[in-house]
């Protein structure tokens, strides 16, 4: 059973790095703040996975929906929070100063917490969290016990 819960996490998990990818990709960071971007995806992983634990006792198909739905709004925010809070961080760091740390987003640089970064974060998020959400639904019940 348990490792049935940690496989339903792990695949969970590979969505959403499929979504950080696709930020990388999108938005084209400098070398300077690449690393940097673990930090805030892993945290947003982490509340992600803590917004499933609920699915654990009862994986009926309107709380897997309810659950992942709650996940993926809280890993967003959350994960473009972070990406905020890690860009200001970088600049102050002597080899930020002065860079433009995203090259593909017309100028924006993430240095405010606000639609913008949240949009940026949310048409990443979506393409992996819909495929995320067709493959939970459809093996939920081999991954959890259903209840009645």
Not at 10 to 34: G, H, R, Y
Not at 61 to 76: A, E, K, N, Q
Not at 81 to 104: E, F
């Amino acid at each position: 059973m348990y490792l049935k819960i940690a496989l339903f996490a792990f695949l969970n998990v590979f969505f959403l790095k499929l979504s950080q990818e696709m930020f990388v990709a999108l938005t084209s960071p400098d070398d300077v703040i690449l690393p940097f971007l673990n930090v805030p995806f892993s945290f947003a992983a982490f509340c992600y996975v803590l917004c499933l634990i609920p699915l654990w006792r009862n994986a009926s198909l309107v709380r897997c929906i309810i659950c992942s739905l709650m996940g993926g709004i809280v890993f967003c925010l959350v994960w473009s929070w972070g990406i905020v809070y890690i860009t200001k961080y970088v600049l102050t760091l002597p080899q930020g100063k002065n860079t433009l740390l995203y090259t593909n987003t017309s100028g924006w640089q993430f240095t405010e917490f606000g639609w913008n970064a949240i949009g940026y974060c949310l048409i990443v998020l979506l393409p992996p969290f819909v495929l995320n959400l067709f493959v939970c639904l459809v093996g939920r019940k081999w991954f959890f016990r259903i209840a009645a």
